[in-house]
């Protein structure tokens, strides 16, 4: 009977000691999710100033552009477009160089006689010569 009372005993102590440690893990949980919420809260008021001071050096940096800029900056889109576009003037004077180079090919298979002759020369540099003041501007083929 002594020795069973001694088991209960230390079967009690152990329970006591379990519910002492659930008791502090609970207080503490409490205390943690505390802390927890209390770091989120912060964080996000840490986010509310930084995305406010980012708002501000953005402002600083990159100021509103002006109603004369926006027009300024369209009709340059509207320039480049017009001057590099598919149907734009590099184009065309490519196409126009190109054909011109044609013409005077055929001319000069036209022609065999030697005062013939001397013209195609000054044809080709002609030619050349256009070539030469258009290529530093677009470059070439």
Do not use: C
Not at 49 to 64: D, E, G, I, V, Y
């Amino acid at each position: 009977m002594e020795l069973q009372n001694k088991e209960l005993e230390s079967q009690l102590s152990k329970l006591r000691s379990s519910i002492n440690t659930v008791t502090t893990l609970v207080e503490n949980d409490r205390t943690q999710a505390t802390t927890i919420s209390e770091i989120q809260l912060r964080q996000q008021r840490l986010e509310v100033q930084a995305n406010t001071l980012l708002r501000k050096l953005l402002t600083m940096s990159q100021p509103q552009t002006s109603e004369a800029e926006e027009k300024w900056f369209k009709e340059l889109t509207r320039v480049k477009a017009r001057l590099d576009g598919q149907r734009g003037l590099v184009h065309e004077i490519k196409a126009r160089l190109a054909e011109g180079r044609k013409f005077v090919e055929m001319a000069s298979k036209r022609s065999d006689n030697g005062e013939e002759t001397e013209k195609r020369k000054i044809d080709w540099r002609v030619m050349e010569a256009i070539e030469e003041a258009y290529v530093p501007f677009f470059g070439e083929d």
